[in-house]
C-alpha cells in the first residue's frame, strides 16, 4: 500500500482549445487509463469527500481511494490483480487490504459499495516548470470531455504557472468538477 498526497489543478477546455494545446507543447502520443468506480446507494464517500476506483493502466490494476487532506487528496493505493479486479467489479466486494481497513475507518461500509460504471481517459504527461501537465479527454456514457490538469507540488506556485499558462493561450479558467464527479453527475442525469 502507498499514500501520497496530490494537489491537481484542473480546467476544462473545448476540443478546439485541447487540440491548440496539444500542438503548442508538440504532443504526438498518448496513453489510456480506465477508471472503474464504485459508490454506496447513499454516497457515503461523496459525502465524506472520498472516491474509490480502480484503474487500469499500463497492464496493471490499482485501488485507490481519495480522501481530502489539509492541502490537495491523501490518495491510497493498493495493488490488484486481474482477477481481483474483475471480481470487484463484478460483486462490488472490496478485496482485503489496507483500504478496506481505511473503509471502515470513514464508517463506509464496505458491503454496500456497488460498481457504477467506468471513464476512459486518453492521457498525455509532460513535465512542466516543476509539475505534471496533463492532457486529457475522457469517454463516459455517451460524453467526452478535454480537461487540461496541473499536478503539483506547490498549490500557491503550481496555481500561478498554471493560470499564466492558461492566460497565454487565451483560455478561460472554467469550474471544473473532477473527473468522478463529472462521471456521478452524468449518471445522475441519465437515472431521471
Known sequence: MKQEIEIELKNIVTKQEFETLVNAFNIHS????????????????????????IRFKNDAYTLTLKQPAKVGLLETHQSLTKEDATRMIQTGKIVPGGILNLLHSLSVLPDELQYLGELTTNRAEIIYK???LMFDHSFYFDTDDYELEYEVKDEQEGRKQFLELLQSHHIPVRHTENKIKRFFLEKQKRSK
Do not use: M, W
Request: aromatic share 14%; glycine share 12%; charged share 20%.
Open 30 to 53: 498518448f496513453s489510456t487509463q480506465v477508471n472503474h468506480y464504485f459508490e454506496t446507494p447513499s454516497f457515503s464517500l461523496k459525502d465524506k469527500g472520498a472516491a474509490l476506483r
Open 130 to 132: 516543476g509539475g505534471i
